[in-house]
C-alpha cells in the first residue's frame, strides 16, 4: 500500500488536511513540501497567498455547518479543529506547515523555522529523535534552522512586583532547598528512593507527552495554557506526593483538573501552574498568586503552607508563613523536566520536589493510641493494610490508630508504595546505556530498578515501558496516575509501564 502521510497546513487554529498515498518518507514526500516554501523575499508573498487561500477555505467550511471528515469530498482539504496524529489517520508521516506561528512540524513535533527553511540535505539528514525517543531535529541541524515559537512573558504590572517585595524581603527571601525546608545538606535514604521514582515518572511523561510539553513554551501566560497542559504539569507534580504508579484495573478515577489555578496536593501544600519562571518578573508575578490563594481561609491548612509553582520547565518551592504576615521565602527557578537530549534523569527541580514530598510527611513515632487496645483495627495487617494503604499516604493520622500501627505504617508513609503493595525501600544503580537505534529512548532516562519485598522475601523490581514481549507471572502491567484531562485517561492506552521482580 505505499508509505501513506499526511500535509497539513495550521491557520487561525484550524488544521487543513492533504492525504498522500504513497511515497510520504521524507526523501519524497517531504522534499516536495520543502520546495514548496519559498525563501527570503519571497517568503512573505508565499505566506500572504496561502492565508488568502485557506481563509476561502475556511468560510466553505463554516459555511456548511462543519462538516465531518466523510462529507468534505467536495472541499480542497479536509478542515478539522485537532491536530491530526499519525494514528489516527494510518499515516506514517505527517508534515505540518503552522502558518500561525511559522514553524514546521513532522509528526505533531515541532522541527523547523517555516520561515528560514534548511536545504534539502540537511533537512533529510537533521529528522530524527531525541533522547526520550521523541521525534525531534538531530544535534547536527544549525541553530538558524531550528523553530523557536517561544513566546515573549506578558507584562508584568508594578504593583504586582510592589506586592512581592513587600512580603518577601530583601535577598534573605530566596533560599536553597534545604534552608527552606530546614534540612540537612544531603539526601536522607529515602528522600534517594522518591528522586530516583520521580526522575522515572518525568522520563516516562517527556516520551509519552513531547509535543503538550513543547507547546508550553509558546504560551505567554498561564491564562493561554489547555487544560491537558495543566494536567501534565500536575501530574507531574502530584508524583512526588503520592507513588505514581497503579494497578492498569484499579477502580480509583484520576482526579480532576481544577477550574481555578491552584490545586491542594496536601492539607499543607499548594500547587500552581506558571509560564516563563526563569523570567524573575514572571516568576515574582506566580508567587504572588500562589501566595494569594495560600492566604485563604481553609479548613485544616496549617500556619506554613507551601507551596509549588510549575512551569514544567521550571519550578520555584514557596513557603509562606501565615503568622507572620504571610511572610514568603522561596528558592530560586529551578529546572525540572531534563533537556531532551539530556544524558543524566536528574535535575535540581526534581531533587528539590522529592525531598518537599518527605518534608510534608508527619513523624511517624511517639504517638498516642486512639483505639482500645483490643479493637481490632489495633492490628492492621496483611491485606487490610494494603487496602489502607492509599488511606495512609494520604491521611497520616492513620499511623494514631494504635500503638502497633506507627512501625506498620511507617513503610507507607515513608517510601513509595508501588500499586499499594510494593515497597520500594532502596534504589539500585541504573548504569547509562545507548538506545538500540530506530527512535529508541535512552533505556536508563525512562527505566528504574529498586529493592522491594514480595510476599515477605527480598526481591528486585525492574521499572520500565512495555516490552511488547508479553508477561509472565513476575511482570506486573500499571499505568501512571494522571490527571484526567491528558488524552486516554481511560487507563486503556495511557503511560503504561511494566515492573518486573526478581525475587533473591
Known amino acids: 500500500m505505499g508509505t501513506p502521510g499526511l500535509k497539513v497546513y495550521r491557520h487561525r487554529a484550524r488544521y487543513f488536511i492533504h492525504h498522500n498515498q504513497y511515497d510520504s518518507y521524507p526523501e519524497e514526500f517531504g522534499i516536495n513540501i520543502l520546495s514548496e516554501i519559498p525563501l527570503d523575499d519571497e517568503f512573505e508573498e508565499w505566506l500572504a497567498f496561502m492565508r488568502e487561500q485557506l481563509d476561502r477555505e475556511l468560510e466553505l467550511w463554516e459555511a456548511s455547518g462543519h462538516l465531518c471528515e466523510k462529507d468534505q469530498a467536495g472541499l480542497c482539504s479536509w478542515i478539522m479543529e485537532d491536530q491530526p496524529k499519525c494514528w489516527d489517520w494510518g499515516a506514517e508521516w505527517v508534515y505540518e506547515l503552522d502558518l500561525d506561528r511559522l514553524v514546521f512540524l513532522i509528526d505533531a513535533h515541532p522541527m523547523f523555522r517555516l520561515d528560514r527553511m534548511p536545504p534539502k540535505d540537511i533537512f533529510v539528514q537533521g529528522i530524527g529523535f531525541d533522547h526520550y525517543g521523541a521525534r525531534a531535529c538531530t544535534p547536527t541541524v544549525p541553530e538558524e534552522y531550528r523553530y523557536d515559537w517561544m513566546a515573549a512573558p506578558i507584562f508584568v504590572e508594578d504593583s504586582v512586583l510592589d506586592e512581592y517585595r513587600s512580603y518577601a524581603r530583601g535577598p534573605t527571601a530566596v533560599v536553597p532547598i534545604r534552608e527552606l525546608l530546614e534540612i540537612t545538606e544531603g539526601l536522607s535514604h529515602a528522600e534517594t528512593v522518591w528522586t530516583r521514582l520521580l526522575e522515572f515518572t518525568i522520563g516516562q511523561l517527556m516520551r509519552r507527552f513531547s509535543p503538550t510539553y513543547k507547546e508550553i513554551e509558546s504560551r505567554a501566560s498561564w491564562t493561554e495554557l489547555t487544560m491537558v497542559e495543566r494536567a501534565l504539569s500536575l501530574t507531574a507534580i502530584n508524583a512526588a506526593f503520592q507513588a505514581p504508579l497503579d494497578f492498569e484495573d484499579t477502580e480509583e478515577k484520576p482526579p480532576e483538573v481544577p477550574e481555578e489555578n491552584i490545586w491542594w496536593a496536601r492539607d499543607d501544600v499548594c500547587v500552581s501552574v506558571a509560564t516563563h519562571l526563569d523570567d524573575e518578573q514572571s516568576m515574582h508575578a506566580a508567587i504572588v498568586r500562589l501566595r494569594e490563594d495560600a492566604m485563604r481561609e481553609r479548613a485544616c491548612a496549617p500556619d506554613v503552607v507551601y507551596g509549588v509553582v510549575t512551569s514544567v520547565y521550571h519550578l520555584v518551592i514557596v513557603r509562606v508563613d501565615k503568622p507572620a504576615g504571610g511572610a514568603v521565602r522561596h528558592t530560586p527557578a529551578l529546572q525540572f523536566f531534563p533537556s531532551s537530549y539530556a544524558m543524566s534523569p536528574s535535575t535540581p ?119 511488547g514481549h508479553g508477561h509472565d507471572d513476575a511482570t506486573l502491567a500499571l499505568a501512571l496516575n494522571c490527571f484526567k484531562s491528558l488524552p486516554y485517561y481511560d487507563r486503556q492506552t495511557i503511560i503504561h509501564a511494566h515492573a518486573r521482580y526478581i525475587q533473591h
Not at 479493637?375 to 489502607?388: A, C, E, I, Q, T
Not at 502497633?404 to 534504589?427: D, I, R
Not at 541504573?430 to 530506530?438: A, K
Open 349 to 467: 527541580g526534581i531533587t528539590a520536589l522529592a525531598r518537599l514530598g518527605r518534608r510534608v510527611q508527619p513523624p511517624i513515632k511517639d504517638v498516642a493510641s486512639l483505639l482500645d487496645p483490643d479493637d481490632p483495627l489495633s492490628n492492621p495487617l496483611g491485606d487490610m493494610l494494603r487496602k489502607l494503604a492509599k488511606h495512609a499516604t494520604s491521611n497520616p493520622e492513620f499511623a494514631c490508630l494504635s500503638n502497633a500501627t506507627p512501625s506498620a505504617v511507617e513503610l507507607l508513609l515513608k517510601y513509595p508504595l508501588l500499586a499499594g503493595e510494593f515497597p520500594l525501600l532502596s534504589v539500585i544503580p541504573n548504569e547509562p546505556q545507548n538506545p538500540g537505534g530506530g527512535g529508541q529512548p535512552h533505556p536508563h532516562l525512562i527505566s528504574g530498578n529498586f529493592a522491594t519485598v514480595v510476599d515477605g522475601k527480598p526481591a528486585t523490581i525492574h521499572l520500565a515501558r512495555p516490552s
